[in-house]
């Protein structure tokens, strides 16, 4: 459940808000002013409803901020943390007023700046510009300003400035280009709650787009492991190739409850089956400016997180963790690896495995926001059956059956109607109608991958010939565009549309936008050598 809905009072929609804790929802104050004792109910994106009491204390309220904080009846499963921003950071509000408004998404001009707000009082604020073209402005009050993976809450929107752009015919007449929000540590310091810290001056972790489907089950239950309990602590992620592990780790490692408990730094390191540890201490030693020699020097005091993506051989885990201080704790990906605890340094070894998805999960995978009716859902879940409900076989589908492959460079990703959908997701069970993937015969997960692959490169067309050019590349290898412009002897913004062209279609992941920068899926490179 996402922690994030729009406020309903008398059964009317008021404006937004977001969880901040367990029976939490803070919003601007104008949101709710005048709401009495007239019934508040807080809907989640997801459907969900509470209601707020009606017994005190019913909220809190800050009117000189333009901010509150409602109580509910009855707690959420989930809620959000929150953090500071700085200026240049990207973000996001994701919860528009009914109707066609879309989610927004901006840049944080002003992270810490004076403004007279609406109701005369001078404030503290976060100014951001806004990507999207908005003509009259309204109803996106008290939304959670988020960071760009929607993972922490930065801010409070309350108002707009009388900033506006006149655009051309037939888009809307005036465009509202930019907002303003309450930081998040105003609002709680002057409730009495603290706020997380920013994040560790040593974190390399990979952004995961805001658009990948987060298994909320197994990112709570990996961060739990990474952030529960006292002393340092090796976690494993454990699970077949295509399952989805190498993703919950990065958005694990971006989680605020991760990086919040590693003050010392969070580091992650790619690895491979041809990975040797002397190379890879060699590069967590450039990460933190030293060298692998003196690693326990530069990484001693505070408590630290070392991630290693896809290790194969115990050995590498067990050379990394003797160059480790005691205070570093790490989390391994693996398809199967089993570490002896004399290895470990005195640490605790702990594991959670990471499988085929539930039929949910694929449901919503495959759906991405287009609206679920019941014939779609049907379909669906026929398509998620023939493929195993395989999270990198069902990534490819999703690509497939939304036409990623035919969108245009310019605009983006277009958002298709359910019809077509549909009509596209019983194509491609088609294909699998004979041959469903059976994810415990080796030979059926080949076949249905060869046959996925191929369709995903025959939706590149002509761009299919410079995919097959990056066999040059060993596993785990991040591909720069200007490096991979000089391969294909093209001009740099056309070599980096045809990666993205790659990342549509699912068959590269964007590990780096300067410059842009992918990978390939570990299977995929092996496919394709």
């Known amino acids: 459940m996402r922690p994030l809905g729009r406020l309903h009072i008398d059964g009317l929609d008021a404006g937004a808000g977001a969880a901040i804790h367990r029976d939490t929802i803070v919003t601007a104050y104008h949101v709710v002013e005048?709401?009495?004792?007239?019934?508040?109910?807080?809907?989640?994106?997801?459907?969900?409803?509470?209601?707020?009491?009606?017994?005190?204390?019913?909220?809190?309220?800050?009117?000189?901020?333009?901010?509150?904080?409602?109580?509910?009846?009855?707690?959420?499963?989930?809620?959000?943390?929150?953090?500071?921003?700085?200026?240049?950071?990207?973000?996001?509000?994701?919860?528009?007023?009914?109707?066609?408004?879309?989610?927004?998404?901006?840049?944080?001009?002003?992270?810490?700046?004076?403004?007279?707000?609406?109701r005369g009082n001078p404030?503290?604020?976060?100014?951001?510009?806004?990507?999207?073209?908005?003509?009259?402005?309204?109803?996106?009050?008290?939304?959670?300003?988020?960071?760009?993976?929607?993972?922490?809450?930065?801010?409070?929107?309350?108002?707009?400035?009388?900033?506006?752009?006149?655009?051309?015919?037939?888009?809307?007449?005036?465009?509202?280009?930019?907002?303003?929000a309450l930081p998040i540590s105003d609002v709680l310091s002057g409730l009495g709650i603290d706020v997380v810290p920013p994040r560790p001056r040593r974190f390399n972790a990979t952004p995961v787009r805001h658009d990948v489907l987060r298994r909320a089950d197994l990112i709570d239950g990996l961060v739990n492991w990474l952030t529960m309990g006292d002393g340092p602590r090796l976690v494993r992620v454990s699970g077949p190739g295509g399952m989805g592990k190498s993703i919950l780790l990065d958005q694990v490692l971006w989680d605020t409850r991760v990086w919040s408990a590693y003050p010392g730094g969070v580091i992650e390191l790619q690895a491979s089956e041809q990975s040797r540890a002397v190379d890879l201490l060699d590069t967590l030693g450039r990460a933190v400016g030293s060298?692998?020699?003196?690693?326990?020097?530069?990484?001693?005091?505070?408590?630290?997180?070392?991630?290693?993506?896809?290790?194969?051989?115990?050995?590498?885990?067990?050379?990394?963790?003797?160059?480790?201080?005691?205070?570093?704790?790490?989390?391994?990906?693996?398809?199967?690896?089993?570490?002896?605890?004399?290895?470990?340094?005195?640490?605790?070894?702990?594991?959670?495995?990471?499988?085929?998805?539930?039929?949910?999960?694929?449901?919503?995978?495959?759906?991405?926001?287009?609206?679920l009716t019941d014939d779609l859902v049907a379909v669906l879940d026929d398509l998620g059956t023939r493929l195993g409900h395989w999270p990198l076989l069902l990534s490819l589908a999703a690509s497939e059956i939304h036409g990623d492959g035919t969108a245009d460079d310019e605009l983006g990703d277009l958002q298709p109607q359910p019809a077509d959908v549909k009509a596209n997701a019983v194509r491609l069970s088609a294909a699998f109608e004979g041959n469903p993937t059976l994810l415990d015969e080796p030979d059926s997960q080949q076949r249905s991958f060869d046959k996925m692959?191929?369709?995903?490169?025959?939706?590149?067309?002509?761009?299919?010939?410079?995919?097959?050019?990056?066999?040059?590349?060993?596993?785990?290898?991040?591909?720069?565009?200007?490096?991979?412009?000089?391969?294909?002897?093209?001009?740099?913004?056309?070599?980096?549309?045809?990666?993205?062209?790659?990342?549509?279609?699912?068959?590269?992941?964007?590990?780096?936008?300067?410059?842009?920068?992918?990978?390939?899926?570990?299977?995929?490179?092996?496919?394709?050598?």
């Not at 003509?135 to 300003?145: E, F, L, R, T, W």
């Not at 990666?499 to 394709?528: D, E, Y």
Request: glycine share 8%; charged share 25%.
């Open 34 to 118: 005048g709401a009495g004792e007239k019934p508040i109910e807080f809907v989640t994106v997801d459907g969900d409803r509470r209601g707020v009491r009606l017994t005190e204390p019913r909220m809190h309220v800050l009117p000189e901020l333009d901010a509150a904080v409602l109580f509910l009846d009855h707690g959420l499963s989930r809620w959000l943390p929150t953090r500071h921003v700085a200026r240049g950071e990207r973000w996001r509000v994701e919860t528009p007023p009914p109707g066609n408004d879309p989610v927004l998404t901006g840049e944080v001009t002003m992270a810490d700046g004076p403004l007279v707000n609406a």
């Open 123 to 180: 404030v503290r604020a976060i100014q951001l510009t806004v990507d999207q073209v908005l003509g009259d402005y309204k109803g996106y009050s008290g939304s959670a300003v988020l960071d760009a993976l929607g993972l922490a809450i930065t801010g409070v929107l309350v108002e707009q400035k009388g900033l506006r752009a006149r655009m051309p015919q037939p888009l809307a007449r005036l465009a509202s280009n930019v907002l303003y």
């Open 291 to 371: 060298t692998r020699t003196d690693l326990r020097e530069a990484l001693a005091g505070e408590s630290c997180l070392i991630a290693v993506d896809d290790v194969w051989d115990a050995d590498v885990v067990s050379d990394i963790v003797a160059s480790l201080p005691a205070n570093a704790s790490l989390v391994v990906t693996t398809r199967g690896l089993t570490l002896p605890d004399e290895a470990l340094g005195g640490r605790r070894q702990l594991a959670i495995p990471v499988g085929s998805m539930s039929v949910k999960e694929t449901r919503e995978l495959l759906a991405r926001r287009v609206d």
């Open 453 to 529: 692959l191929r369709r995903s490169l025959d939706q590149l067309g002509d761009r299919a010939s410079k995919f097959g050019d990056l066999t040059v590349y060993p596993p785990g290898a991040r591909m720069a565009s200007d490096v991979l412009a000089d391969l294909w002897g093209l001009p740099g913004l056309q070599a980096q549309r045809i990666m993205q062209a790659f990342r549509r279609v699912g068959l590269a992941t964007v590990n780096g936008r300067k410059p842009l920068t992918i990978s390939l899926h570990p299977l995929v490179t092996a496919w394709l050598h």
